[in-house]
Every structure is written in C-alpha cells, then in structure tokens.
C-alpha cells in the first residue's frame, strides 16, 4: 500500500473522508461477498480506473504488486491442489485437472485455481483500493475521522505519525540499501540464515534511524506544548457536502444491488 498524499482538485480528493472510508469498507465487502473471478476481475478494474482517475504513477503500482509474484504463484497453487470437489456448489468448478501423484491422489481441481484466482484478485483491489484512500486524503483529514470516532488521543496521534513516517522510512530504507551496496555488501547468501545476515547491514541503521527519528519528534512535540491540552483544532473542519450524499447513496444502492445478486440470484459462486 502507498502511504502518502498525492495533491489534487479531483471528487475523489474533495470527498469527506467518512465517504471515502465508507466507500472503502464497500470493497472490502464486495471482495469478499464473490467467488467467481469474473466478478472480482470487475472489482479490480473498478478500482484501477479510481487509480487512474486521480493519476497514480504506473511505477507506484508496479512496485507494490512486484513482489507478490511469488505469494501469487504459490496461492494459486496451494488452492488448486488443496480445495476438494466437495467444496463447490457448481459442478464445473468440481472437475479434476490432474492428479500430482499416483493412485489419483492430490488432484488439482478448477475450483481450487479459480478459488486461487479470486484470492489474488481480492489482494490486488484491496492493495489499490487502500492505495487511493490514502493517496487522496490527508493526515488532518484522518486526524479528524479518529476524532469523530471517538478515538482517543493519545492512539489517534500514533496512527497518524506512523502514516506520516512510513514513506519517510522507506526513503531511509533506500539510502542505506545503496550506500551498503556501495560499500559492497552482499545481499544474496544463500541458505535460511544467509538472507537475514546479508540485511543486518541495513536493519541496524534503520534501528538507529528510527530511535533519532522518534527522539526528535518527542523534543518538537514537548517544545510546542503537546499534552498541554486534549483538545484539537485544525485549519480546516471536516464536513459534508451535497457530494457526499449523493456518493453516499450510490456507494448503499451498488452494495445492496451486490448483495441481491449474491443471495438471491445465487450469481457469483463456485
């Protein structure tokens, strides 16, 4: 997930973050209401034009779905060798492909790799559904929904910081990744061991990096007088607008058309 804000005059950026957040919770169900990859192919494309509404770069998404290749690889493999027929309301998702050992033992279904699918599909548009939240809606404006959730402040504080900080780490991450390339440390042992010895190199500044990080913050929050009072203000109020009612209802209309298909029309399913 990208953990910043990208600047921007688009609905989606003018949108009260409890919209936004409702919105949010509306994928989530959907991803989690279909089976079929069909469906959960049209929740990713959904929320890829979203992506790229407000412009997100390419190499942003490319670098978030870069390294789940493998955990792809493997889902869709561990679903199709492990969901039996039995699993299945629909008999074609009953069929048997294969069978990985002899004497007809472990077949690879078409529900499993269907199944498979859905899974990498769900991760997908939630990685990018989260990626648009937050890409579109500000640290103050975060601040404000834990407060209209009756967060208190003390964990209201530590969630925005740790939002704020992430990209700032990753940043570090980066910088101390070349300069130990460059002073050429090796990254690629081998082994069990190997690839957590060849990255102490760079968790041990990182470590270092984070205490001077957070001993900063704490000076410059006691320097402004943080804890003085429980009590927060903002430059700008959080409220809705005619916009936010009409998405409101829109986001309820699709969820409830979505949950019509699933429980009566029984569309959707394996």
Known sequence: MVIEYLPGDTLLHRLDVR???LGFLEFIVLSFLFQDPKYQLLIVTLTGLLA???KIPLRKIGRMLAPLIPIIISIILITGFTFAPERFEQVSSRAILFYALPGER???TVGGFLMGTTFIFRLFSMMIAS???TLTTSLDDFTQFFQKMKVPVEISMMLTTAIRFIPTLDKKRRLILDAQKARGANFNDKG???PIRSYL???IPMFINSILMANSLSMAMLNRGYGLTRTWTSMHEIAFAPRDYWTISLIVLSLTLA???RSRLHLGIL
Do not use: D, E, Q
């Open 19 to 21: 919209t936004k957040m």
């Open 52 to 54: 790229f509404w407000i």
């Open 201 to 203: 190199p760079i968790m």
């Open 106 to 108: 472990l077949g690879a």
């Open 259 to 261: 949950i019509f298909v």
């Open 192 to 194: 069990i061991i190997g």
């Open 131 to 133: 990626s648009v939240l």
